[in-house]
Structures are given as C-alpha cells and as structure tokens.
C-alpha cells in the first residue's frame, strides 16, 4: 500500500454544489414534519395505531438505521480482532458513518416516544431499570453514539493541527497522545456495545410471541439479527467506499474491497443456511406462502443473488460488480429487518398500517441530512484517505 494512501485528508472544494443544496431542502421538509409532529403529536402526522405502535420511524429510522451503522463494527471486526490490517483506510469513513447512522436512530427513537420530553430519564432513572431488552437497547445506543464520537474525534484533532492558534495545536497534540493510548479501550467498547444491541434488537420481536409469524418467530432471532447487521455492515462500506471515490474524484480501493467481498460472501453464505435450516427443523416451510412467503423467499433471493456474483473471483475484482453485490446485500438485509418488525407482525384483523406521506417525508428527509452531514464531514475533515486520481481517469 502506498504511503498516501494511509493518509487521511479532507477533500475540499465546493460545499453548496446543488446535489448538497438540494439535501439541505429535503432534511428542512422531514424537519418541519418533525416540528408538527412535536407540537401536535403522533396521531397528527403518522397513522400508527393501537395495533401497530410502531411502522417506518422505528423498522426504518432505526432498526435498518443502526444496521447501516455497523460499517464501523464489521470493518473493526476485521482489522482490531482478525489483525487484517489492510482494511485499515477503510475504519474513518465506516466510523463517519456509524456515526451519523446511530445518532439519527436515537433521533428516531425520540420522535416515536409518546412522552418524548422524558427520555432524559432513561439513563438517569438507574433505579427503575429492569431486564428489558428495550432498555437495553436504549442504553447502548446513546453509549455507542458516545463511543462512535470519541473514535471519529483524531479526525477533528487532526484539523486542529493545522489551526493558525498555537493553543488548538496543543489541544490536538495532548488529544490524539491519550487517543494512542486509549485507543484499544475505546475499540474494545466500540465492538461489544453493537453486540449487545443489534442481538437485542432480534430478541425485541420474540416479546409478541403468537402475534408474529412463524416465519420469523425463532429463538435465534437475536443471532440472525447479529450476523445480518455483520452483512449490512460490509454492504455499506462498500457502497460507500465506491461512491465516495466516484463523488470526490478519489482513488478506488478495489482490491482492498474486492477482498472485503469475500468475506461478506462466507458470512452471507452462514447466514443463508443458518436461516434455512432453522426453518426447516421448525417445521414452518408449509408457511412460506401468500404476501408473507413472497417476502421471506425475497429476503433470501437477495443475497443469494449476491452471493451467486461473489463466487466468482473475477467478479469480486470487479468494481461493477462489487458495488451491484453490496446493493443486493444491503436490499436483503434491509429487507429481513422490515419483515421481522412490520411484515411479520399480525395484530389482528381489525389493524391495519401503511405508512403515511409526513412519516415517509420525515424518513426521506432524515436520511437526505444524513449524507449532506457526510459530504460537509469528508469536504472539511480528514476522512477519507488516499490521493485524487489521477484526472485521465476520471469520468
């Protein structure tokens, strides 16, 4: 690996192209949705009901949400406990992520709360706790969002060597001396607190029992959620990775994701077969019929389709065909998490959700702030590593 390319740098350059400018627009509209829903509460601008108290801000916003913020958990996984080193250029960036991914979950989460304006309690009101796994999740999440600032923090100290003020660069210098010695404290933190949540997640759908199909009501439900945010987790640093090298004219880590695939190929694989083979010893295929059916073969078909591109060695290579596996990862992966928290869930004949057009303005405007904090993240601070390519190979 070349010596640039272990050098993080900010990108630079124009910050209101009218692609940020038009993020900016949509993230005002989810915000005002979100100011309406404040003032005159949930009824007002969702159609939750009595039968679904949950629909897209928690299936989407949150459970999918986090799972997009495992890019910094999978990518940890490889290079602080497997040593793959190589992967290294690829942590800041799928920290960036995780970063804006979990901290717009836990907004998510605020704007679901009936008495959103008491949350400050949860971690406070340590007395009242019990074994809940919301609870659990609550306080990994806010924790994590901690853990994931303080990884991404080298990243604003770096800036702040390069300051005019001789006072900044002191800061910066004491800052990342204690970041290299904390560090593997930080990450060890950093690696268990996903654990803990993205199982618990899973194990949150076994609280219904009867009401949730029998596609999806399994004791390894919090495993296989587990291992799918792993997957999703890959998916999103490719996708990632490659995009961002297209949108700020940076080098293509190709062979680098190229082997990334592979591994998200033997873990998708695990996950497929793990999957089928706990629905068949439970005896529930003579399920997989009507709308639902069609849901959990799609949920399966996805990564496998995936997988089916990824065996291929040449295709792995392939920054085309990377980039078209990763999306069908995410899909399928995406696509579980919404099947285990709406499609699966059966309340009863008399409920019925479907989301409306402020929960889906607020969802879409959510996820516009999110890529616009990204850009304005890469433009400004040290992120992204490697060198501009070369402008012969630009498109």
Not at 32 to 51: D, H, I, K, Q
Not at 290 to 313: D, K, M
């Amino acid at each position: 690996m070349s010596e640039h390319a272990l050098v993080h740098r900010p990108v630079g350059g124009k910050l209101l192209t009218p692609g940020f400018v038009a993020l900016v627009a949509l993230g005002i509209a989810g915000g005002l949705v979100m100011l309406y829903r404040f003032v005159f509460g949930l009824g007002a601008v969702s159609n939750l009901n009595n039968g679904y108290p949950w629909g897209i801000w928690i299936a989407i916003d949150v459970v999918i949400g986090t799972a997009l913020g495992c890019g910094g958990y999978a990518v940890g996984i490889l290079v602080y406990i497997l040593n793959r080193g190589k992967y290294h250029p690829l942590v800041r960036p799928a920290i960036l992520t995780s970063l804006l991914g979990y901290g717009f979950a836990g907004l998510g989460v605020v704007i679901d709360l009936g008495r959103f304006w008491e949350i400050w309690k949860v971690p406070v009101y340590f007395w009242h706790w019990s074994h809940s796994p919301q609870l659990e999740v609550a306080l990994c999440v806010m924790t994590y969002v901690a853990v994931l600032a303080v990884e991404l923090s080298p990243a604003l100290l770096e800036k702040m060597q390069t300051s005019a003020s001789s006072g900044y660069r002191r800061v910066a210098d004491v800052g990342l001396r204690f970041m290299d010695r904390a560090l593997v404290w930080i990450v060890a933190l950093g690696l268990l607190l996903p654990t803990m949540h993205q199982s618990s997640l899973g194990t949150m759908m076994l609280l219904p029992g009867p009401r949730v199909h029998p596609l999806w009501f399994t004791p390894w439900l919090p495993f296989l959620f587990l291992v799918n945010c792993i997957v999703i987790g890959y998916a999103i640093v490719v996708i990632e990775a490659t995009f961002s090298s297209l949108a700020f004219h940076r080098e293509r880590h190709t062979a680098m994701i190229g082997s990334l695939s592979k591994v998200a190929l033997w873990v998708t694989l695990f996950w497929i077969a793990f999957r089928l083979i706990d629905v068949a010893i439970r005896g529930t295929l003579p399920f997989v019929t009507g709308a639902r059916g069609v849901a959990f073969v799609l949920e399966l078909l996805l990564p496998a389709t995936a997988v089916g591109i990824l065996l291929s060695e040449r295709r792995r290579a392939n920054p085309a065909w990377q980039i078209r596996a990763a999306i069908l990862l995410l899909g399928g992966g995406a696509l579980f998490r919404i099947d285990s928290y709406l499609v699966s869930y059966m309340p009863g004949a008399n409920f019925s959700y479907f989301p409306s057009v402020s929960e889906i303005v607020l969802t879409l405007g959510m996820i516009a702030l999110e890529l616009a904090f990204y850009i304005a993240a890469v433009r400004f601070f040290p992120i992204l590593s490697g060198a501009p390519a070369p402008a012969s190979t630009r498109s």
